[in-house]
């Protein structure tokens, strides 16, 4: 499962939201509001820019479901997808 089908998955199960897409379409998605990272809070979509060596121009090639901040503050824990999914 990639970034968008996990984040598809989840939502529907936890909310039963169809609100499928690619990365690139939840960043491009009117509907939603775009914040910086220190307002994220926790469900809300981060979206990446050129993420791996594939992707040299700037598109949107990643999507994850914002968790928590670190007890000390100082990481933001994501849901995303990879090898397995994780945290």
Do not use: Q
Request: include cysteine; glycine fraction near 6%.
């Amino acid at each position: 499962i990639d970034c968008s089908g996990i984040v598809c998955w989840t939502y529907n199960r936890a909310f039963n939201a169809n609100i499928c897409s690619s990365a690139a379409g939840f960043y491009n998605n009117s509907n939603y509001s775009r914040i910086s990272m220190s307002d994220a809070k926790p469900g809300d979509l981060i979206v990446f820019k050129n993420t791996d060596d594939e992707h040299t121009w700037k598109y949107i090639t990643h999507v994850a479901i914002y968790a928590w901040k670190s007890s000390d503050g100082k990481k933001d824990i994501l849901y995303e997808a990879g090898d397995p999914v994780h945290y």
